[in-house]
C-alpha cells in the first residue's frame, strides 16, 4: 500500500448492546459469528423477523433478522452448524406475513428442505459430500467484473489471478511464478466475496469455498483432514479457486493467546504446508477473506503463502452511486429517483447494506401498490434500515454523523496547527473498522526518534478531537474513548519509560508490558508507592496540558473548524491540502498562524 507512516486511528465506539440478566441482546452479525462459533443452541424465528433461542452455555437471546433481506448464508449457518429451528406461526394479517416472513421462510425452508435432500443424492455422485464431513462447495459462478460495481483498483489487482489461471501453461513455460494466495480485507458485506467469485467466474475455473470457522469445530485433527481434503479436490479440478471466508477463524497469530488452541494450530499448519506444498504451475490459488487483518498469524503472510493483499474498504459516494445502479438495474426508477442524491445519503453503507436499500424500497413500492420505486420509497427504507435495524449496517444517525466531523476536524485541526505535528494527510467521516472516522498523518521522514516536543503535540492531537466535541457540541461522547486511552498510555510511557517528567526526573521504569506467570498477569513495580502517586501525578498534568492547549487551538480556530466540519458532512473525506487551505496557508507550508498558536499555549 501507498500509505507510509502513522495512521492515527480515532475510533468513537459504539457500545455494544450485550445486555446483562438472562436473556441477551444480540445483533444480527453477532448472532452469525456466535452460529458460526457453534454457540448457539436452537433458534425460533417468528414472524416478523423476531428471533429467540438459546446459547450452548444455556442463555437465552433475542435478536431480529433484518427486515427484507435475503440472507441465503443465514440458513447454511444454521445449517451446518446443527442448529434446531423452530419457525413460528404466524399470527398478524395474511398480507405482513407475506411481506416480513415470506422471504425468510423461503430462504430457510428451501434451504433446510430441498436443499438437505439434494445434498443427499448429490452426495451419492460424489459431489459436495465427504468422507469427514462436508464443508466445502464447488461450483463454477457466471459472476464477472461487471457485477462488482467500483473497486477498480482491487479489480486491476485481481487481473493477474485471472490471466494465470486462464493459461497456467504460459507462466510456466516461461518460467514465471504465478500468484499462490491473495488475502482480501475490507469490513463484512463489501463484496469480497462477490470479487473473488468474480475472479472463478472471469477465468472460468472452478471456485470451491469453504469458512473458517467450519474447520476448527468438534474434534481435534478434523480441521487438518478438512484442509487436506479441501487442497486434494482443487488440485484435482485445477486450474481452480479456493476461497476461504474468515480465514481469521484459522488463522489467528499462534501462541498469542494465554490458552493455546490445539485443534486452530494444527489447522493453520496444514494450510501453510499445503500451500507450501503445491507447485505454483498447478494453477490453484487461494483466496482468503477478513476482516480482521491485525490477528492473523504472520506466517501466513509470508512469501509463497497470502502475499497479495487486496483491500476493500467501505465504498466512497461514487462506488455507493454505482453499486446502487447494479441492484436497482432492471428495476423500475421514477423519475424523480436520484441514485446520486441516495449515494450522498448513505456514507458508512456497505454493498450489501446498498443492495439491501434497493431490495427494501422495492418492497416499498409494493406495498404502496406501485410499479415503480420512487424517492419516497428510498427515504423510507433508509429510515427502516437506519432506524429499525442499526446492527445490519454502519451507517450513523445524522447527529452522530455531525459529532464524527466535529471530532475528526478537531484532531485534524489541532495537527495541522501543531509544531511538531506530522502533515495531515486525509480526514475522513467514512467509518472504516471499528472507527467511526480517521484522522491521518503522513510523516514527512520516516522517524526512528522522538523529540519530547513531537510527543507532547501528539498527546493534544488526540485529544483535539474530545475537546471539538466538548467546544462545539456542549458535552463530549464515548466516542473518545480509545483517544483517551492512547493519551494515556503515551503520557505513561513518557513519566515512566522516557524520563520527561521534571518532578520524577531523569528516571526509567522500563517498559509496562506485563508478564504472565501460571497465567496471572504479573507488572513490575520497581519503586515505592509514593513514586507510583507522583507517576500517577505527572501523567494526569502531561494529560490536562496536552487538553488545555488542544482548546487553546481550536477555540482560536473556532471558525476554521466550524467550516471543516460543514465539508467533511458535505464530502466524507477531506484531504491535507484542502485543511491548509481552510487555515488560509498555502498548502505544505507551515503557517505563521500555527507558530503565534502555538507560543501562546505552549506547555
Ligand atoms: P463480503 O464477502 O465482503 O462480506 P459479499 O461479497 O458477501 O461481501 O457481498 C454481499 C452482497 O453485497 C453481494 O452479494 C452484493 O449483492 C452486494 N455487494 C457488495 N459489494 C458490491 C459491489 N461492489 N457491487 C455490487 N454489489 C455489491
Ligand atoms: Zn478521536
Ligand atoms: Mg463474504
Known amino acids: 500500500m501507498l500509505i507510509v507512516g502513522v495512521v492515527l486511528t480515532v475510533a468513537l465506539f459504539l457500545v455494544p448492546s450485550r445486555t446483562a440478566g438472562n436473556v441477551e441482546q444480540l445483533g444480527y452479525s453477532q448472532l452469525k459469528s456466535d452460529i458460526a462459533a457453534g454457540q448457539v443452541t436452537s433458534v425460533a424465528i417468528g414472524p416478523d423477523g423476531n428471533i429467540s433461542g438459546t446459547l450452548t452455555n444455556g442463555t437465552g437471546f433475542t435478536s431480529s433478522y433484518p427486515l427484507g433481506l435475503q440472507d441465503p448464508q443465514f440458513a447454511q449457518l444454521l445449517d451446518q452448524h446443527n442448529v434446531q429451528v423452530t419457525t413460528q406461526p404466524a399470527r398478524t394479517s395474511i398480507s405482513s406475513v407475506l411481506l416480513n416472513l415470506l422471504p425468510l421462510a423461503i430462504v430457510v425452508g428451501l434451504f433446510l428442505w430441498v436443499g438437505r435432500a439434494s445434498r443427499r443424492q448429490l452426495s451419492g455422485l460424489g459431489g459436495i459430500g465427504r468422507s469427514r464431513g462436508k464443508v466445502f462447495d464447488t461450483e463454477r459462478p457466471g459472476t464477472t467484473f461487471a457485477d462488482v460495481a467500483g473497486y477498480e483498483g482491487a479489480k486491476r489487482e485481481v487481473t493477474e489471478v485471472v490471466d494465470f489461471l486462464k493459461q497456467p501453461d504460459r507462466y510456466r513455460r516461461a518460467g514465471a511464478v504465478g500468484p499462490k494466495g491473495v488475502l482480501m480485507v475490507g469490513p463484512p458485506g463489501t463484496g469480497k ?10 477465468a472460468g475455473v472452478p471456485f470451491i469455498s469453504v469458512t473458517g470457522s467450519s474447520f476448527v469445530e468438534m474434534f481435534v485433527g478434523v480441521g487438518a483432514a478438512r484442509v487436506r481434503d479441501l ?11 479456493v476461497f ?16 493455546s488452541n490445539d485443534e486452530r494450530d494444527q489447522t493453520l499448519n496444514q494450510m501453510l504446508a499445503e500451500m ?7 494453477g490453484v490459488v487461494v483466496i482468503a477473506a477478513t476482516n480482521r487483518p491485525e490477528v492473523l498469524d504472520p506466517a501466513l503472510l509470508r512469501p509463497g503463502r497470502f502475499d497479495r493483499q487486496v483491500v476493500i474498504p467501505l465504498p466512497a459516494q461514487r462506488e455507493r452511486r454505482a453499486i446502487l445502479a447494479v441492484h436497482s438495474g432492471g428495476k423500475p426508477l421514477g423519475p424523480d429517483v436520484d441514485l446520486g442524491v441516495v449515494a450522498r445519503g448513505t456514507p458508512g453503507f456497505s454493498g450489501a447494506d446498498l443492495a439491501n436499500l434497493v431490495n427494501e424500497a422495492a418492497i416499498f413500492a409494493v406495498r404502496a401498490g406501485r410499479q415503480v420505486i420512487e424517492a419516497v420509497d428510498f427515504a423510507e427504507a433508509w429510515d427502516r434500515l437506519l432506524l429499525g435495524h442499526r446492527d445490519s449496517s454502519n451507517a450513523l444517525l445524522p447527529d452522530e454523523k455531525r459529532a464524527v466531523a466535529v ?43 522522538q523529540s519530547a516536543g513531537y510527543l ?5 492531537i ?10 462545539v457540541l456542549g458535552e463530549t461522547s464515548t466516542g473518545a474513548a480509545d483517544d483517551l486511552a492512547g493519551a494515556t498510555d503515551l503520557a505513561t510511557r513518557m513519566v515512566r519509560e522516557f524520563g520527561m517528567s521534571p518532578t520524577l526526573g531523569p528516571v526509567g521504569f522500563g517498559s509496562r508490558n506485563p508478564t504472565y506467570l501460571g497465567g496471572e498477569e504479573v507488572r513490575s513495580r520497581p519503586y515505592a508507592e509514593a513514586t507510583q502517586r507522583v507517576i500517577d501525578e505527572e501523567v494526569a498534568t502531561l494529560l490536562r496540558d496536552a487538553e488545555r492547549r488542544a482548546t487553546a487551538t481550536l477555540t482560536d480556530h473556532r471558525h476554521e473548524l466550524d467550516r471543516l466540519t460543514e465539508l467533511l458532512l458535505e464530502r466524507e473525506t477531506v484531504n491535507g491540502a484542502e485543511v491548509d487551505e481552510i487555515l488560509g496557508r498555502i498548502p505544505g507550508q507551515p503557517s505563521p498562524v500555527a507558530a503565534v498558536d502555538h507560543t501562546t499555549t505552549r506547555s
Open 276 to 282: 507450501d506444498g503445491f507447485d505454483p504451475a498447478t
Open 407 to 449: 471530532h475528526e476536524g478537531g484532531h485534524a485541526l489541532v495537527a495541522a496547527l501543531s509544531e511538531h505535528g506530522d502533515p495531515v494527510a486525509k480526514v475522513t467521516i467514512l467509518p472504516a473498522g471499528q472507527a467511526l472516522g480517521v484522522t491521518q498523518q503522513l510523516p514527512i521522514d520516516e522517524r526512528h526518534l
Open 193 to 202: 466475496t462477490l470479487l473473488a467469485r468474480a475472479v472463478a467466474g472471469e
Open 456 to 460: 507532547k503535540d501528539s498527546l493534544a
Open 462 to 471: 488526540r485529544m483535539g478531537g474530545r475537546v471539538a466535541e466538548q467546544i
Open 231 to 241: 487442497f486434494a479436490d482443487a488440485r484435482r479440478r485445477a486450474p481452480s479457486i
Open 244 to 259: 476461504i471466508d474468515e480465514i481469521d477463524a484459522i488463522g489467528q497469530r499462534r501462541g498469542g493467546q494465554l490458552v
